[in-house]
């Protein structure tokens, strides 16, 4: 079973930046795409940033530019530098991953999730 964990999160002035780490532990088959996600109180949780095993990239709109993702497909890691931040940023980060397991069964794996306040 994979289980991931999120780091770099913390407290960042508007106009900062942040890089977020996910990092997985575990025996799975494959890993295939594996993305970005944020919640704030109240809202459904949304898609910041997905990247393919092939290094297909797919941003929401209203991160195109200021951020980028970016994995390790041998350490199955992924990351997320955060540049240009806006207080609207502020949210819960969560690391997500399509898992294949070793029994080829796939399920969609997530963090924790890591905290992430842009002040203005």
């Known amino acids: 079973q994979v289980q991931l964990v999120e780091s770099g999160g913390g407290l960042v002035q508007a106009g900062g930046s942040l890089r977020l780490s996910c990092a997985s532990s575990g025996i799975a088959f494959n890993i295939n795409t594996m993305g970005w996600y944020r919640q704030t109180p109240g809202k459904q949780r949304e898609l910041v940033a997905a990247i393919t095993r092939g290094g297909r990239t797919n941003y929401a709109d209203s991160v195109k530019g200021r951020f980028a993702i970016s994995r390790d497909n041998a350490k199955n890691a992924v990351y997320l530098q955060m540049n240009s931040l806006k207080p609207e940023d502020t949210a819960v980060y969560y690391c997500?991953?399509?898992?294949?397991?070793?029994?080829?069964?796939?399920?969609?794996?997530w963090g924790q999730g890591t905290q992430v306040t842009v002040s203005s």
């Open positions: 997500n991953a399509e898992v294949i397991s070793i029994l080829r069964e796939t399920k969609a794996t």
